[in-house]
């Protein structure tokens, strides 16, 4: 079976500029949860996809937005970055809608925000 | 929201020695876990413990949910288990999401 995949592994964008990152998830699961994690700190929730619906959502600006595919494979979209975009952005898919239950976590997207 | 609180948030052992990192939670949870974060970024899940004793081989954790802390325990530490460990709790109440500590960053000198 395959893990997560998140693509890019690295990107750098200009302040103002819009970004998607994506996630294909591990074969047979239905759910993806999208976490940022700042340098030095713990991952944040930002919003959970569950059969192609947002299914739970963090404290993010609406310019956070997130797509679902029936494959169940999940984009995350950020629109008028700013600087403090930058982070790692983790993806994490899951069998179960519950948070944390079963997840396999990808190796992440670096995005560094100039 | 809760509160999750890491100690400590740096340690440096030589290879062989044991450790103990500490997770504390400010409410009630449904679901603890500890993560070790690899060199790549990837969470690796070690342990689902909303409360008791696990063991898996030269880790383990303890859960007392009653006061609200955790440990993970490493012995025999080897140089592969540096990294960042991480401990998420999900609240009974409110929204369901894991929520993330600081985190502690292990390193293991040879």
């Known amino acids: 079976e395959t893990g997560v995949t998140q693509s890019p592994t690295h990107l750098i964008k200009t302040r103002g500029q819009q970004v998607t990152l994506r996630c294909s998830s591990q074969?047979?699961?239905?759910?993806v949860s999208w976490y940022q994690q700042a340098l030095g700190q713990g991952p944040q929730f930002i919003f959970q996809?569950?059969?192609?619906?947002?299914?739970g959502r963090g404290n993010f600006p609406p310019r956070f937005s997130g797509l679902q595919f029936p494959n169940y494979s999940s984009e995350l979209n950020v629109n008028a970055l700013e600087l403090d975009d930058s982070a790692l952005y983790l993806c994490?898919?899951?069998?179960?809608?519950?948070?944390?239950?079963?997840?396999?976590f990808g190796s992440g997207t670096r995005l560094t925000v100039v | 929201g809760i509160q999750v609180e890491q100690s400590p948030p740096d340690l440096i052992l030589q290879e062989g020695a044991n450790s103990t990192l500490r997770c504390n939670f400010s409410?009630?949870?449904?679901?603890l876990q500890w993560f070790h974060q690899n060199p790549w970024g990837q969470l690796i899940n070690l342990f689902y413990i909303p409360s008791g004793t696990k063991q898996n081989g030269r880790l383990s954790a303890t859960t007392v949910a009653t006061e609200r802390y955790s440990l993970l325990y490493i012995s025999s530490s080897q140089t592969t288990d540096s990294g960042v460990y991480f401990c998420a709790v999900v609240p009974d109440q409110g929204a369901q999401k894991l929520v993330f500590g600081q985190g502690t960053r292990l390193t293991i000198n040879p």
């Open positions: 994490a898919s899951s069998l179960d809608r519950r948070a944390g239950y079963g997840y396999t």
């Open positions: 409410d009630s949870v449904n679901n």
């Open positions: 074969s047979g699961h239905n759910t």
């Open positions: 996809y569950y059969r192609e619906e947002e299914n």
